[in-house]
């Protein structure tokens, strides 16, 4: 551990400080557990003292520092906040009380999260089995930790305070915009296919449907077939074919092949039943399984892209609900005669053409959204590490607003400008 601060042994500054009482078999007690890796305290289900074998109970103060004999060795150490104030534990969960002409609280807190001090907790344990993870209290406070002057521990605590906050808003922002990327699609497709609603056809009018071929997979063979694991809503993961057996897939006829042009729909399970999507060009001519339909729409009048965006729509998805139905084996299944069956909506083709550049557009947007979203969660997720490494090095004040600079900038970087 690199560190200016003089390293000093935990017992320095805090002291056993048990409160216990005595369990009541009419009484309820709010008891808390402690999460692993610096992650705090988090609230059992209330129980009554009939429903527990212990005799006695400890009570949980504010600011005290508390940690699990048991899991402290993969970082189950935590500061008391407020809201577990009077709380309970059981007697593995030792509470200790800090001395506060030596220690600030809330830097004791986030030296209970940093993941050195885990790697510390970790190095602690002895023992075979079971026992080799047990932490006992003396080893707790012979760890040596960085421990300045309370100056200087108040003002690593508020730099750390305000650079963990506003990762926090960041990271609601992120959260904002994964809710705006799941639904920006679905919204725009159900305005778009409600406008086209003043032409419905059946959609066997507009191509044929066919259903696949029931497959004899072989794992190791190398010929691969779809599935409806490969039919996403939009797009076909070719990476999910599955192996099939060399003379199955040499079998299987044209109509049981991808074409170019088809639009192919899921026809079983539930939560995936009517996927669909245009058939990419590296499909055309895989043959594809019995849980999947194509359809390949004459498309002067119907487009591929269209059909595909109408059933991805929660106009479509509705229409498809309603007319699944369950077969023989009692499993609900799209059948080839009911989506020949679907009513749809045939604007002309200039109309549909201009749906389907302005939904690639949308998606587009879209996955870069979800691109820079997933860096930006990259940084973010990693500051909380770096913050404390800096905040515990010791940094004086200089170097420590140097730091806080470049942690604002990285900030700022990773702030989403969700419109």
């Known amino acids: 551990m690199n560190s200016r601060y003089p390293l000093r042994p935990l017992g320095d500054v805090l002291t056993l400080d048990l409160d216990p009482v005595a369990i009541e078999p009419t009484a309820t007690y709010h008891t808390a557990g402690i999460l692993s890796y610096g992650r705090g305290l988090f609230a059992r289900p209330a129980i009554t003292g009939a429903e527990t074998s212990y005799k006695q109970y400890f009570r949980l103060h504010r600011d005290q520092v508390v940690f699990s004999r048991l899991f402290a060795w993969e970082g189950a150490a935590a500061l008391v906040v407020p809201e577990f104030d009077g709380y309970f534990v059981s007697s593995e969960f030792p509470t200790l009380t800090a001395d506060g002409e030596q220690a600030v609280p809330s830097y004791l807190g986030y030296l209970m999260r940093w993941p050195e001090f885990h790697e510390l907790l970790a190095g602690a344990t002895r023992g075979l089995g079971l026992r080799r993870q047990r932490v006992h209290v003396d080893q707790f406070l012979a760890i040596k930790v960085p421990l300045p002057d309370l100056e200087e521990q108040r003002r690593a605590t508020v730099w750390l305070g305000n650079i963990l906050d506003r990762g926090s808003q960041i990271r609601q922002a992120m959260e904002s915009a994964k809710l705006t990327c799941d639904a920006t699609v679905p919204a725009w497709l159900q305005q778009a296919m409600i406008g086209c609603a003043a032409s419905l056809h059946p959609l066997g009018e507009f191509g044929d449907v066919r259903?696949?071929?029931?497959?004899?997979?072989?794992?190791?063979?190398?010929?691969?077939?779809?599935?409806?694991?490969?039919?996403?809503?939009?797009?076909?993961?070719?990476?999910?074919?599955?192996?099939?057996?060399?003379?199955?897939?040499?079998?299987?006829?044209?109509?049981?092949?991808?074409?170019?042009?088809?639009?192919l729909v899921n026809s079983t399970g539930e939560g995936t039943i009517g996927r669909s999507a245009p058939a990419p060009n590296?499909?055309?001519?895989?043959?594809?399984?019995?849980?999947?339909?194509?359809?390949?729409?004459?498309?002067?009048?119907?487009?591929?892209?269209?059909?595909?965006?109408?059933?991805?729509?929660?106009?479509?998805?509705t229409a498809i609900e309603a007319v699944k139905g369950a077969n023989t084996t009692k499993q609900t299944e799209l059948g080839k005669q009911k989506l020949e069956a679907l009513v749809v909506p045939v604007p002309p083709i200039s109309s549909q053409t201009r749906i389907v550049q302005e939904l690639e557009a949308l998606e587009a947007s879209v996955a870069r959204l979800r691109t820079s979203t997933a860096h930006r969660k990259l940084l973010v997720d990693a500051l909380p590490i770096a913050a404390m490494r800096h905040a515990f090095s010791g940094l004086r004040a200089r170097e420590i607003t140097t730091r806080a600079q470049d942690v604002a900038v990285a900030l700022a970087r990773a702030d989403l400008g969700v419109r």
């Open 211 to 263: 259903r696949g071929r029931g497959p004899r997979y072989s794992d190791g063979s190398g010929w691969l077939t779809l599935n409806q694991a490969c039919v996403r809503d939009g797009t076909v993961d070719l990476s999910a074919c599955r192996e099939v057996e060399a003379d199955w897939w040499q079998t299987v006829p044209s109509e049981g092949r991808v074409r170019s042009g088809d639009v």
């Open 282 to 317: 590296d499909a055309i001519g895989m043959p594809f399984d019995s849980h999947v339909l194509a359809i390949n729409p004459d498309q002067s009048r119907l487009l591929p892209g269209f059909c595909a965006a109408f059933l991805r729509s929660p106009v479509g998805q």
